[in-house]
């Protein structure tokens, strides 16, 4: 079975600009997360989908949003990129409906804001 | 609210010997509680978890953590560490009465030859 899969896996972008990051979860698996990480703050959750639906939101501002299709792929995109935006961006799928079960990692996309 | 706390931001440890990471947590409710390990450059992997069955929890790759609900503690332990354990290690707990998953800062292990 394949695991989840992230693209592109490097991403170099310039200041205000916006960008969209893609993510597939392992085959069956209805809940996807995203995470970013910094050395900074850590990992840090950004949002959760579910049957297409939002279920949960970490404290990020509203230039990060997601969408998750009807295949349980899913995407997060920032607009207005901002330097403090460079990170390690994970997505994790998981086959129950809430986070209590294990979740599976992709390898992460690296953005890169100039 | 919950939390999680690595105690150590980094372990060094010589190939061979025994490897103790530290983790304690809060929660209102009974937690899951998860160590993930991240290899440089890569996603993170599950090790272990505990979700209210057997305190103590054996993983993947020799490791073994033990829940103490009195000391609100979940350690991960090996016995032997080998040069392929430096990596960055990460205890996780989740609410499952929210879906509230926190992270730890993580605990970076360092393997000397």
Redesign the interface.
């Known amino acids: 079975k394949a695991g ?1 899969t992230q693209t592109p896996r490097y991403l170099i972008k310039t200041r205000g600009q916006q960008v969209t990051l893609s993510c597939s979860p392992i085959s069956g698996h209805r809940s996807v ?1 995203w ?1 970013q990480q910094t050395p900074g703050q ?4 950004l949002f ?1 989908y579910f049957s297409e639906t939002q ?2 939101k970490g404290n990020f501002p509203g230039r990060f949003s997601g969408r998750q299709f009807s295949n349980s792929r899913s995407e997060m995109n920032v607009s207005t990129l901002e330097l403090g935006d460079s990170a390690l961006y ?1 997505c ?1 799928s998981s086959s129950a409906r ?3 079960y ?7 996309t690296r953005l890169t804001v100039t | 609210a919950q939390s999680v706390t690595q105690l150590d931001s980094h372990v060094s440890v010589s190939e061979g010997t025994p490897v103790l990471l530290r983790c304690n947590y809060s929660s209102s409710y009974s937690p ?1 509680l ?1 160590w ?1 390990v991240q290899h440089p ?6 090790l272990l ?1 505990y ?1 209210s069955a057997a305190t103590l929890v054996k993983g993947i790759n020799g490791f073994e953590a033990e829940f103490k609900k009195s000391e609100t503690s979940f350690h991960l332990t090996k016995p032997s560490a080998h040069m392929s354990d430096a990596a960055e290690y ?1 205890c996780v707990v ?1 609410d ?1 009465n929210n ?8 605990t970076r292990l360092t393997v000397k030859p």
């Not at chain 2, 450059?41 to 599950?46: A, P, R, S, T």
């Not at chain 2, 879906?99 to 993580?106: S, Y």
């Open positions: 989840v997360s995470y850590g990992l840090q959750f959760e279920r949960n994970l994790a809430d986070i209590y294990e979740q599976y990692f992709g390898p992460g | 899951s998860f993930y450059n890569k996603g993170l992997q599950l978890k979700t990460f989740s499952r879906n509230d998953m926190r992270f730890g800062a993580g």
